[in-house]
T-cell receptor, first 111, second 115 residues
């Protein structure tokens, strides 16, 4: 069963705008990871946030984690057409050895 | 390193045929994962190995699916006999030591079409 659920399912914005995607999960976690998938490609790791962290930055990416609400958000600032992709959140399974992925948010950035 | 390598990239077969998907993980990684991705069900974990040993195969949909990892640099996912509902993109991923804190590296996937 899926642990994470992304919201919205699809998002369309203009270049230069910010994109925010949300992820909710059900059980306690050690960490939460975000991945990107370009059309026809495999997933690529973007960023990992540990359960004792509240916010993390990497370039134009900002991830927040609220363990009390069991939710995370991924913010992409100053979006570019190249950011067009699907974005997935993932949390570890009970054993902490495998990742369970949500269904993803499809982001379209138009120029 | 070339990353995770999967073959073939595309496979078209007829219902009832045997299909074998192949994966070469990143050298030194001790975890290997097989996923299936469809529009309806998203990305599903099928099975994963640690040090060539299957740890959890609860995601394998049916007995028609089997996976092996004879050595640290090679794994196969076999479907016999294949059915149209098996059509999907199958991904292999590997991960180094450190438990779930480590990122997974995905291969490009095999797009399987069963007619």
């Amino acid at each position: 069963s899926q642990q994470g659920e992304e919201d919205p399912q699809a998002l369309s914005i203009q270049e230069g705008e910010n994109a925010t995607m949300n992820c909710s999960y059900k059980t306690s976690i050690n960490n939460l990871q975000w991945y990107r998938q370009n059309s026809g490609r495999g997933l690529v790791h973007l960023i990992l946030i540990r359960s004792n962290e509240r916010e993390k930055h990497s370039g134009r990416l900002r991830v927040t984690l609220d363990t009390s609400k069991k939710s995370s958000s991924l913010l992409i600032t100053a979006s570019r057409a190249a950011d067009t992709a699907s974005y997935f959140c993932a949390t570890a399974n009970q054993a902490g050895t495998a990742l369970i992925f949500g269904k993803g948010t499809t982001l379209s950035v138009s120029s | 390193d070339a990353g995770v390598i999967q073959s073939p990239r595309h496979e078209v077969t007829e219902m009832g045929q045997e299909v074998t998907l192949r994966c070469k993980p990143i050298s030194g990684h001790d975890y290997l994962f097989w996923y299936r991705q469809t529009m309806m069900r998203g990305l599903e974990l099928l099975i994963y190995f640690n040090n060539n040993v299957p740890i959890d195969d609860s995601g394998m949909p049916e007995d028609r699916f089997s996976a092996k990892m004879p050595n640290a640099s090679f794994s196969t996912l076999k479907i016999q006999p294949s059915e149209p509902r098996d059509s999907a993109v199958y991904f292999c991923a590997s991960r180094g030591r450190g438990g779930a804190y480590n990122e997974q590296f995905f291969g490009p996937g095999t797009r399987l079409t069963v007619l």
